[in-house]
Every structure is written in structure tokens, then in C-alpha cells.
């Protein structure tokens, strides 16, 4: 009686060890959809503010802490996410689909700040103030959704399990993300672009040596990750190297990230031209990281042929590992620039500059998206190609 009673509790334990991975796979669906249906709620609460002389500050500052909720909710359906994950047409649609509602929210607060430059000629200098930090402050907040939407659908990439069989669907929805991405860069640096006119005055100080060591480091990474000559016999611990040595980056820019964050809650700083070249150049040194990407890339394509299917697939994991972290890698550099700019205590003679920044990384942004598509296009086609 005893070992029957042990078999079936054996039985039982293998069922529900079988269930977890299915239970997780239909959660990531539900999840998605959820935060779609949280994505359309931050969009109408948006489209319904009517702003006037009376009401400047509260509406946008009630938007701020919606779309901050959403990027936690995303954060938090992305830290939850276990492998395998079986991707299907649903899930798929309903990540296009958020990613067009972030466009839309993005063009709602692009609205917002006409309306706020139509009526600071009737606004005192104080509500001119906090209506600014205010729009600044979403405008940052709806960056933040969309890069951590990018970075969910990277790590669902990076953990499905049947990419040969949904390869078409795949691709069309990177594209998707990557277009609509651009598309909200594009609205936030016009709503960044519409507040700056409303300022004037400005000096300069900050974070410039440890912004300056950032771009050393990303640059002898860039460096060294090109004087690797990839081997198709030992490519796959060669290429484990590489994505190892970006992860340790992007946690170093992560953790200058949440140095600034922690700074601005209690203070703010005056920014300077040498802190925007940083900043600049910080988003160079990404593209030069992206640059060799795609010589991996094209490598890879070559040697395909020779290398065995055991090196390849170890290969192409840790290609996708890299390209998700060089998209998040992107993603922080350009959230500092919009951090600095928020925590800015005085804006105006830096206007024109700041400006010119936001578009140099954006333009950088674009040239890092279209290298981590590139290298999920090869990926897939040679799972396809090789059946791994």
C-alpha cells in the first residue's frame, strides 16, 4: 500500500511539474492582453484631457502616474516571463497591437503640448513651470513604456519555442515593434521639442566624468568585440564571451541610469553642452556596438554551412541574448538624456542643443534597432533554414 501510495504521488508530482510550463505559456497571453487593455485605458484617460488656465498640472500629472503604472505592469509581465514559451497568432496580434496604442498615447501627448504652448500666453510663470516639468515628465514616462514593450518582446522572442513554425508572423511583428518605436521616438521628441520653447535660462554641470568613462568602456567593448575572429569550431563559446561581456555593460549603464534617478528625487542640476556631447556620444558608441552585431551577423551567415548544429544553435541563442540587451542597452542611453533633460533645474540658452541632442539619439536609436532586426531576421531564417 505504501509503494502504491508513493507511485501516485510520484504520478502527481510529474503531472504538475508537465503543467507548469503550460500554465506559464497561457499567462504570457493573458498578461499581454491585459496590459493592452491597461495600454487603451492610459490612451483614452490622455485623448479626455481638455486642458485650461484652471487645469494645467493635475490632468498631466494623473497621466504621469497611469503610464508610470503601465511601464511597472510591463516590467512586471517581463520579469515574470518563464522559458518555454509557445508564441501563437493571439499573443503576437496582441503585441502589435500594443505597441500601435503606445504610438497613439505618444501622439496624445504630443497634442497635450500644443495645447499647453496655446495657453501659456495666458499662464502665470509658475503653472508655465509645472505644466513644462509635467509634460517632460510623461513624455519620459511614455519612452519607458515603449522601450520595456521593445524589451518584452525580445525576451518572449528569446524564449519561444517553436520560432520555425510561427518564423513569417515573428518577423512581420519585429517589424511591427521596431517601426511603431520609432514612430513614438519620433512623437516624444516633438513633444520635448514644443516644451523647450516655452523656456529661457540656462547654465551647466553634472555627471560628466562618469558619462565620459561609460563611452571608454563602450568603446574598448566595441573594439575587442571586433577583434574577434569568429571560428566555426569554437564560435559558440566565442560568441557566450561576447554576450557575457555586453550583459556586464548594460548593467553599468543601468546602474548610472538609477544613479541619476536616485539624484533628481530630492534635487536637480544644471546640464551643460559637454554633458549633452556625452550624452551623444554615449549613443555613437551604441551604434558601434550594434556595427559589429552586424558583422557577427554577416559572419555567421557565411559559416553557416560548416558549422554544426549543436555550435549554431548555441550560437544563434546567444546572437538573440545579445541583440535584446543591445536593444535595452539603446533604450537606457536614450531614458538618461530624457532623465537629465526632466531633472534640468533651468533649460533655455542649452534649448537649441538639447534639442539637437534628442534627434542625434534618436537618429542612433534608428541605426541600433534596424542591426538587433537584422540579427532576429538571420536567426530565424536560419532556424528555419537548419530545422534546430
Same mark, same amino acid.
Given at each position: 500500500m505504501?509503494t ?5 504521488l510520484?504520478?502527481?508530482?510529474m503531472?504538475?511539474a ?8 497561457a ?6 492582453q491585459?496590459?493592452?487593455?491597461q495600454?487603451?485605458a492610459?490612451?483614452s484617460q490622455l ?19 497611469a503610464?508610470r503604472?503601465m511601464?511597472?505592469?510591463i516590467?512586471?509581465?517581463?520579469n ?6 509557445t ?9 502589435d497591437?500594443?505597441?500601435l496604442?503606445?504610438v497613439?498615447?505618444?501622439g496624445e501627448a504630443?497634442?497635450l =503640448? ?15 513651470k ?11 514616462d511614455?519612452g519607458?513604456?515603449?522601450?520595456r514593450?521593445?524589451?518584452?518582446a525580445d525576451n ?13 508572423r515573428i518577423?512581420?511583428?519585429?517589424q511591427?515593434q ?5 514612430l =513614438?521616438?519620433?512623437?516624444i521628441?516633438q ?8 523656456v529661457?535660462?540656462?547654465e551647466s554641470e553634472?555627471y560628466d566624468?562618469d ?5 571608454v568602456q563602450?568603446?574598448?567593448l566595441?573594439?575587442n568585440l571586433?577583434?574577434?575572429l ?6 559558440k563559446?566565442?560568441l557566450?564571451?561576447a554576450?557575457?561581456?555586453?550583459k ?6 543601468k ?6 534617478k ?7 542640476f544644471?546640464?551643460?553642452s559637454? =554633458?549633452l ?5 554615449l549613443?555613437?558608441m551604441?551604434?558601434? #556596438?550594434?556595427?559589429v552585431?552586424?558583422?557577427y551577423t554577416l559572419?555567421i551567415?557565411?559559416l ?5 548544429s ?6 544563434l541563442?546567444?546572437?538573440l541574448?545579445m ?6 542597452l539603446?533604450?537606457?542611453i536614450l ?5 537629465i #533633460? ?11 542643443q538639447i534639442?539637437l =541632442? ?7 536609436l534608428?541605426?541600433?534597432q534596424?542591426s538587433i532586426?537584422?540579427?532576429?531576421e538571420?536567426?530565424i531564417g ?7
Amino acid at each position: 500500500m505504501k509503494t502504491v501510495l508513493q507511485n501516485l504521488l510520484m504520478i502527481s508530482c510529474m503531472v504538475a511539474a508537465l503543467a507548469l510550463p503550460q500554465r506559464s505559456r497561457a499567462n504570457v497571453s493573458s498578461d499581454v492582453q491585459d496590459l493592452l487593455i491597461q495600454a487603451d485605458a492610459l490612451h483614452s484617460q490622455l485623448a479626455g484631457i481638455q486642458l485650461t488656465t484652471e487645469t494645467v498640472c493635475a490632468p498631466l500629472v494623473s497621466a504621469n502616474q497611469a503610464a508610470r503604472l503601465m511601464a511597472d505592469s510591463i516590467d512586471s509581465v517581463n520579469n515574470g516571463l518563464i522559458a518555454p514559451v509557445t508564441i501563437d497568432d493571439t499573443m503576437l496580434t496582441s503585441l502589435d497591437d500594443l505597441s500601435l496604442t503606445t504610438v497613439r498615447i505618444a501622439g496624445e501627448a504630443l497634442r497635450l =503640448t500644443a495645447d499647453v504652448q496655446l495657453l501659456a500666453p495666458t499662464l502665470d510663470a509658475l503653472s508655465i513651470k509645472n505644466g513644462l516639468v509635467a509634460m517632460l515628465q510623461l513624455s519620459d514616462d511614455i519612452g519607458v513604456m515603449a522601450d520595456r514593450i521593445g524589451e518584452m518582446a525580445d525576451n518572449i522572442l528569446l524564449m519561444a519555442d517553436n520560432i520555425g513554425l510561427m518564423a513569417d508572423r515573428i518577423l512581420l511583428t519585429q517589424q511591427i515593434q521596431s517601426q511603431n518605436l520609432l514612430l =513614438t521616438q519620433e512623437s516624444i521628441l516633438q513633444t520635448q521639442t514644443n516644451m523647450l520653447t516655452l523656456v529661457s535660462v540656462v547654465e551647466s554641470e553634472s555627471y560628466d566624468l562618469d558619462l565620459n568613462a561609460l563611452i571608454v568602456q563602450g568603446d574598448l567593448l566595441a573594439a575587442n568585440l571586433a577583434a574577434t575572429l569568429l571560428n566555426p569550431v569554437t564560435i559558440k563559446y566565442q560568441l557566450a564571451a561576447a554576450a557575457d561581456d555586453v550583459k556586464a555593460f548594460l548593467l553599468q549603464v543601468k546602474s548610472m541610469g538609477e544613479t541619476l534617478k536616485s539624484a533628481g528625487d530630492g534635487s536637480t542640476f544644471n546640464v551643460n553642452s559637454t =554633458t549633452l556631447s556625452s550624452l551623444v556620444n554615449l549613443s555613437v558608441m551604441a551604434t558601434s #556596438l550594434s556595427t559589429v552585431l552586424d558583422g557577427y551577423t554577416l559572419t555567421i551567415e557565411s559559416l553557416q554551412s560548416v558549422i554544426s548544429s549543436r555550435n549554431l544553435d548555441a550560437s544563434l541563442s546567444s546572437m538573440l541574448a545579445m541583440s535584446a540587451d543591445m536593444g535595452m542597452l539603446a533604450n537606457s542611453i536614450l531614458e538618461m538624456a530624457d532623465l537629465i #533633460l526632466v531633472m534640468a533645474d533651468n533649460i533655455g540658452l542649452a534649448a537649441d542643443q538639447i534639442i539637437l =541632442t534628442q534627434e542625434l539619439q534618436s537618429a542612433n536609436l534608428a541605426i541600433s534597432q534596424a542591426s538587433i532586426l537584422a540579427v532576429q531576421e538571420m536567426v530565424i531564417g536560419l532556424i528555419v533554414a537548419r530545422n534546430l
